[in-house]
């Protein structure tokens, strides 16, 4: 996995067959896991969570990790799995991108869940 040496407030990451990292039950109450892991002591962070199947039946999770302060995705492996970490490179409007980018997965993925 590529490591990006930049800060970002936002950050794409995905979790490939979540049941890997020790994660069961249902899509919503697996991606409920990964949305209270991220937000734990910090009342700054957001994010969306999408539980998604691939063309080929492969289970994932999507995620937009926000905070206010920008961060190095080595944070994000502090507090969830990941695959995979992209700065989402924002405009001045974080929403509308996270919004663009949420639009691209249902555009293209199977969306099974999404948490906010």
């Known amino acids: 996995m ?9 950050w794409i990451v ?7 990292y020790g994660y069961s039950g249902c899509p ?6 990964l949305r209270a892991q991220w937000l734990s002591e910090r ?15 492969v289970p994932h999770v ?3 990790l926000i905070d206010k302060a920008p961060f190095r995705d080595r944070h994000i492996f502090d507090y969830v799995p ?3 970490t992209v700065p989402l490179t924002t405009s001045h409007d974080m929403a509308s991108d996270v ?10 993925e199977r969306v099974l869940v999404m948490v906010h």
């Open 14 to 20: 995905t979790v490939k067959n979540p049941e890997n």
């Open 2 to 10: 590529k490591k990006y040496s930049m800060v970002a407030r936002a």
């Open 82 to 84: 990941a695959d995979s």
């Open 62 to 64: 999507d995620m937009v």
């Open 28 to 33: 919503r109450v697996l991606c409920e896991q």
């Open 43 to 57: 009342p700054s962070r957001s994010g969306v969570w999408m539980f998604c199947l691939s063309d080929d039946g």
């Open 99 to 108: 919004e663009h980018f949420v639009q691209h997965v249902l555009d293209t």
